[in-house]
């Protein structure tokens, strides 16, 4: 606290992002990273841009956005890029998302939503998941000012299909639906089809999970071009360069090594359904998730208990204290021997 702080900082509470510990010999299942690494492409790419560091990065990063648009078949006019999906959506909130009804989400979701809220002054209500941690289109059918879903919604994992989606946009013609898809290469239906036949959709994506790059900070978002031409102009009255050379080098090489990423994420979502196996057979209420990490509880332990005895055996898992999800562990499916290792320790504790 200091008499130098604009108001608006005294009413923050920020968002608290998951440990990353300083000791090696932890077991990382805390905060949804890739256990393997990126493309090797991606360090060559890397490497290759060193030369360039005496100068300025490109300010409209051309060649991802040109590289994100090839691939998800849009325009580049239609695909901004930010560092991370974090600051994307930031942007989002700032510039798209602040009207005058509420701007709804679930109840359980991302934690970042409400903080961004708090930054940028967006009134909003949080519409509860059913009692299977679902979002319900139906409960969206209430005035507000816009929507945003994380879709596989996060912490629970579980995913809404594309209809749905369509549906929940098509019920929205005047409000802006934005639609997280920061796990959907895990298993579930991207909307960036859809983007073509509604201009009231904003479809966020990262290269921190799915491709392996969480260090080094690349998102985007597609949607139409004045929703773009809105995030556009928050950046640029910002940060003009948001990513550094090396970052849109090796974010460009990690798009296009399309065989690394296939193989990376179906290894994971495989490892991903042995594990929620494996904790089911253990007596876990394990949800269905379509996401690289699996939300699960267990009848008899609760979640901070249980996340306690895991990281005192070295194994980091997330819990949140929140009503409705205290009992609950977010665990990141990692390697093979990663996830075994938890279920071992996870079968002595319970
Ligand atoms: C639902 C969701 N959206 C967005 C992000 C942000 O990811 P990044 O800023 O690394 O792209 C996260 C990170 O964990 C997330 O869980």
Redesign the pocket.
């Known amino acids: 606290m200091s008499r130098f702080w604009s108001p608006v900082v005294h009413g923050l509470s920020p968002y608290v992002p998951g440990e990353q510990p300083k000791l090696d010999n932890l077991i990382k299942l805390n905060?949804?990273e890739n256990p393997y690494p990126p493309s090797p492409r991606v360090l060559a790419a890397i490497t290759a841009a060193t030369d360039r560091l005496r100068l300025y990065p490109d300010p409209s990063a051309a060649s991802l956005r040109e590289t994100i648009a090839a691939y998800y078949k849009v325009a580049p006019e239609e695909v901004f890029a930010g560092n991370?999906?974090?600051?994307v959506?930031a942007h989002t909130f700032q510039g798209l998302l602040k009207h005058d009804g509420p701007l709804l989400f679930p109840d359980i979701t991302?934690s970042?939503f409400p903080v961004w809220c708090q930054l940028y002054g967006v009134s909003h209500e949080a519409v509860p998941l059913d009692a299977a941690m679902r979002i319900e289109i139906a409960d969206y059918r209430r005035p507000c000012g816009a929507i945003i879903i994380?879709n596989p919604n996060?912490p629970t994992g579980i995913a809404l299909s594309r209809d749905a989606i369509e549906q929940l946009v098509s019920e929205h013609p005047d409000q802006l639906v934005v639609i997280?898809e920061?796990?959907v290469d895990f298993g579930a239906d991207s909307a960036v089809p859809l983007v073509a036949r509604h201009d009231n959709l904003l479809v966020i994506q990262?290269l921190?999970k799915s491709r392996a790059l969480?260090g080094l900070?690349v998102?985007f978002a597609i949607g139409q071009k004045p929703l773009i031409e809105a995030l556009e102009r928050v950046k640029d009255s910002f940060n003009s360069y948001p990513h550094g050379g090396l970052a849109i080098a090796g974010a460009v090489a990690a798009i296009k090594d399309d065989a690394w990423f296939q193989q990376t994420r179906r290894r994971i979502m495989t490892s991903r359904d042995a594990l929620s196996r494996g904790l089911t057979d253990l007596g876990f209420e394990v949800l269905p998730s379509a996401a690289n990490f699996v939300f699960a509880r267990h009848p008899r332990h609760g979640g901070a208990d249980l996340a306690a005895r895991l990281r005192a055996h070295g194994v980091l898992v997330r819990h949140f204290g929140k009503p409705r999800i205290a009992d609950y562990l977010r665990i990141t499916v990692g390697t093979d021997e990663e996830c075994a290792r938890l279920i071992d320790l996870a079968a002595g504790l319970i």
């Open positions: 905060t949804n991370g999906s974090d600051e959506l991302y970042f994380p996060a997280d920061a796990y990262t921190s969480a900070r998102g």
